[in-house]
């Protein structure tokens, strides 16, 4: 099944081809073409990485618009723990009231899900001995592992994400106090673009429970405005706030907390890339868990943030500082819920490897020859000159049939010099009567000069 929703697309009209989107794609997913970048939709993992590095806006993120909380008769906010890094010196109390003056009914932590989900990781871990695990809780992580490392997706741990458990839950106790699901919208509001992909086209599960997708920075405006109108607090219907434990799940490392055994947590897209090449080798099998998350420094440092990351984690860090330590879960219900996989993936994940040149075999061993013979020719300098991020790329869109040899400059360099070459090769071999009649040609006076008058 192909990724047929992705978050991130291309603004063509504002795409001067640069070709700095190319050289900055984890996944090589984009090429520039006439001019004009394109991103091959089977590679993108909607990182957003493209989205920082072009300096001409045309890599946007498509999420939900702000009207969708129209579509609600009572709306729930799900917090990602990073959104409260975006604000200095305010309480949870006041965010919330903030929001629901921007049209919010209720609110929900996201870092309430968190706790439910690590406390299932810690569980997981003490049943299975397959090492090392993986966090399923970074979309991009996921995503990336199903396209290129599909030997690994064993590895990762079939949890939930803590949004749609903290949807879930929202929902749940709304459900209890009489609300038809029809008149219950649950929007999260998201550090990043991968968030809004995953909830359009789950990958292990039929349907999300969450209904719509906005970012960060379009929620920030209306809840400063509300804030500098000294929103008081009002009450909390739900009572999904999170304890230090989730909260600490907005930045890097959170996932880590009270879990058994020696873990890792690794950070940004090309640190992960690393390790997973690591693993993909055989190798850190004496890691019990490794917590990977695509963005530097964790969900603070989303694409879709405001707040400079190391910021917002100085602003989370002061405010997990003012709440509970630990959370109020009540251990047996949640053994019981466990057992019936009430957090576990509805479906198993499969790959959705991208690497096959073709569905023949026999024509894919053709085209990986054609590509490796293209490749030796090519210079190894991986300029990005030609539109493809790299010599190997641009070999393997030449063995396609999608790009040719000229598009390397230095190998248009080459032919122009061979074909100028060539060109003076036959003017030497121009026979000599030819030669003559044209010196001649270049001696006949020319009509109205002074040998006609003479």
């Known amino acids: 099944m192909s990724l047929s929703f992705h978050s991130v697309r291309l603004i063509e009209e504002e795409c001067k081809g640069c070709t700095n989107c190319i050289k900055h794609c984890p996944t090589e997913a984009i090429r520039v073409y006439q001019g004009k970048a394109r991103i091959r939709d089977e590679l993108c993992i909607d990182c957003g990485e493209c989205i920082r590095h072009c300096p001409n806006h045309a890599k946007q993120s498509f999420l939900d ?16 723990p990073s959104f409260f890094g975006q604000f200095p010196q305010n309480s949870v109390e006041q965010i919330h009231a903030a929001l629901k003056l921007s049209g919010f009914s209720s609110i929900a932590h996201v870092g309430r899900g968190a706790e439910y989900v690590s406390l299932a990781v810690h569980e997981y871990l003490k049943q299975h001995s397959r090492r090392p695990l993986i966090s399923s ?54 550090p990043c673009p991968a968030k809004s992909s995953v909830v359009k086209q789950p990958f292990a599960r039929e349907k999300s429970a969450v209904d719509g997708v906005l970012g960060m920075r379009q929620v920030y405006g209306l809840v400063l405005n509300a804030l500098s109108k000294d929103a008081v607090r009002v009450g909390d219907e739900l009572g999904m706030q999170a304890s230090q434990l989730g909260m600490a799940w907005g930045s890097r490392g959170g996932e880590l907390q009270k879990l058994p055994g020696m873990h890792l947590s690794v950070d940004g897209i090309y640190n992960v890339l690393n390790v997973l090449e690591e693993l993909d080798m055989g190798r850190l099998n004496d890691v019990d868990f490794i917590e990977m998350q695509a963005c530097p420094g964790g969900c ?27 959370p109020s879960i009540d251990y047996e219900e949640f053994m019981r819920q466990y057992r019936g996989h ?113």
């Open 65 to 80: 618009e702000i009207n969708i909380l129209n579509r609600f008769r009572y709306r729930i906010a799900l917090l990602a």
């Open 137 to 190: 809780a970074c979309p991009t992580v996921v995503r990336l592992i199903q396209i290129r490392y599909e030997e690994l997706i064993e590895n990762i741990v079939p949890i939930e994400s803590p949004m749609e458990i903290a949807a879930t839950m929202a929902k749940e106790a709304l459900r209890k106090k009489g609300y038809p699901d029809g008149d219950v919208g649950a929007v999260f509001i998201s």
């Open 300 to 326: 603070v440092g989303g694409p879709l943030t405001v707040q400079n990351g190391f910021v917002a984690k100085a602003y989370l860090d002061t405010l997990c500082s003012q709440l509970p330590k630990a």
């Open 342 to 454: 009430r957090f576990h993936w509805e479906n198993p994940l499969q790959p959705r490897s991208v690497l096959s040149m073709d569905e023949d075999i026999s024509r894919a061993l053709v085209l990986i020859q054609q590509q490796e013979m293209i490749a030796e020719k090519l210079p190894g300098l991986d300029c990005g000159s030609c539109g493809s991020p790299t010599c190997q790329s641009l070999a393997e869109d030449i063995a396609r049939g999608l790009a040719s040899e000229n598009d390397c400059i230095f190998r248009l360099r080459e032919s122009l010099q061979h074909l100028s070459e060539e060109l003076w090769d036959l003017v030497k071999q121009v026979p000599p009567t030819l030669a003559k009649q044209e010196d001649e040609k270049t001696r006949e006076p020319k009509e109205g000069s002074n040998d006609d008058h003479n």
